[in-house]
């Protein structure tokens, strides 16, 4: 049995932290082509979303989808976002959340863990240490005319 990922829950729980504090939780997305937001509020291929209760509607967070219906520029639109789109869940008046930065693609996985195999470990020596420039301090010679 593969294990799941711990990303929808949370981002739940975010969201839910946010209503219980008063807070407005928005969700950073990297757009996809699987992900349904506004292209014109897309912008460096991310887009960030207000999932508030007063901002959308019908809003549901399962472990493979995050779906609502909200209001862009007075048009209602629907939004389907992949949970492997989301980078990450904030407060917006706390900046307190969470940033996802492991890619869900296996593939991409992979590959990033094949590249951090490369680093040395913790505590270890680093290869070809330069030491520092030491300051340098003002010569005692003057120049005599």
């Not at 504090?21 to 937001?37: D, H, K, S």
Request: glycine share 6%.
């Amino acid at each position: 049995m593969s294990e799941q990922s711990a990303k929808p829950y949370l981002v739940r729980a975010i969201c839910e932290w946010c209503a219980d504090n008063g807070l407005t939780p928005y969700l950073a997305v990297r757009v996809n082509p699987q992900t349904r937001v506004p292209a014109a509020f897309v912008k460096n291929g991310e887009i960030v979303l207000n999932v508030s209760a007063t901002a959308t509607r019908k809003l549901t967070i399962d472990n493979q989808w995050i779906q609502f219906t909200a209001r862009f520029n007075g048009s209602s639109q629907e939004v389907a976002v992949p949970i492997g789109a989301v980078i990450g869940i904030f407060a917006k008046e706390t900046g307190y959340g969470f940033s996802f930065t492991a890619p869900d693609d296996p593939v991409a996985a992979l590959a990033s863990a094949a590249a951090g195999r490369d680093r040395p470990e913790v505590g270890a020596p680093k290869p070809d240490a330069v030491e520092p420039a030491r300051p340098k301090r003002p010569t005692h010679l003057q120049v005599v005319k």
